[in-house]
């Protein structure tokens, strides 16, 4: 069974897979200090309690931490006995094109979200991923990977303003009522909340526009389901969109005779 691993800035999240079946996912904390020992402990209990029998002999992995690899490799070598693939890493083949500036890195999970994206839902394709960052990803109509725009994340924005501004509180994103709010917390909700509406309308117009082609926009991430609830920004929402992309970037290199 294959073990896919994406470390987000944020949130870490396993999924066993066994074929196209996902089994079980988990999500942690992002900790670079996490040692194999530890998420073995941590990822083994949860699979007795929930009474999965695996036996791990792939793994796949996506960071936008570079510094978890290297504990992550390590869980993969004691414990599975296998190299784990790493998205990013010359040895790890994708199953697109990368049209981008020379020398530039695209974050792996970006890469990530787009190969599912278009695996399920084709080509001239806008991946959103609220996580940490706000990403949105390019496919074209070939499945190829031809760029993007990042932006703040939404609770980036609302640390941001509690951080810069005495008397504005640490607040947690929701929807408001209304868009003019009557107390200091449902005006800062009513910012970046609708703000990001705007933001997202925006800058997806605006790809469309210049792609000049009709696109779908699907969305993912933390906090995805909570921009769902805006009716007309997206034609879908996909859970677990980067784990989908790992299992086929795994399947990819496993058809052409790779191994890490
Ligand atoms: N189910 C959830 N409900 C509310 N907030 C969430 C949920 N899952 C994640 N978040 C928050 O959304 C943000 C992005 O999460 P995530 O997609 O896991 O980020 P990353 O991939 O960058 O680690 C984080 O600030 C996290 O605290
Ligand atoms: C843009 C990101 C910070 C998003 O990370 P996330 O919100 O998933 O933690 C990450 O994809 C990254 O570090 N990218 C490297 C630069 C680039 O993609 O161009
Ligand atoms: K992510």
């Not at 900790?31 to 793994?59: C, F």
């Not at 003019?180 to 917390?185: A, D, K, S, Y």
């Amino acid at each position: 069974m294959l073990l896919a691993v994406d470390c987000g800035n944020t949130n870490t999240v396993f999924a066993l897979w066994d074929g196209d079946q996902m089994i079980g996912h988990w999500r942690t904390s992002t900790e670079w200090q996490r040692t194999a020992d530890q998420y073995y402990v941590w990822l083994s209990t949860l699979m007795n309690l929930q009474g999965i029998k695996a036996q791990i002999t792939d793994m796949i992995i996506s960071s936008t931490v570079p510094r978890v690899v290297f504990n992550l490799r390590v869980l993969s070598d004691r414990y599975f006995n296998t190299r784990p693939l790493v998205v990013g890493k010359p040895e790890c083949a994708l199953p697109v094109d990368v049209r981008v500036d020379e020398g530039t890195t695209v974050g792996p999970d970006r890469l990530v979200n787009t190969v599912a994206g278009y695996e399920k839902y084709g080509g001239d394709l806008i991946v959103v991923d609220f996580g940490t960052a706000t990403t949105f990803d390019v496919v074209a109509a070939d499945g190829a990977y031809v760029g993007g725009v990042i932006a703040p994340g939404v609770n980036l924005s609302l640390e941001a303003l509690h951080h810069a501004a005495a008397a504005l509180p640490h607040v947690d994103i929701s929807k408001p009522q209304n868009v003019i709010g009557t107390n200091t917390v449902a005006c800062m909700q009513s910012g970046v909340f609708w703000g990001y509406v705007g933001l997202v309308r925006e800058i997806c117009d605006r790809i469309k526009a210049e792609s000049g082609v009709p696109m779908k926009v699907i969305s993912t991430g933390g906090l995805a389901p909570l921009f769902q609830q805006t009716a007309d920004l997206f034609d879908a929402y996909e859970d677990d969109l980067t784990m989908q992309g790992l299992r086929r970037i795994h399947e990819h290199n496993k058809d052409i005779g790779n191994h890490a």
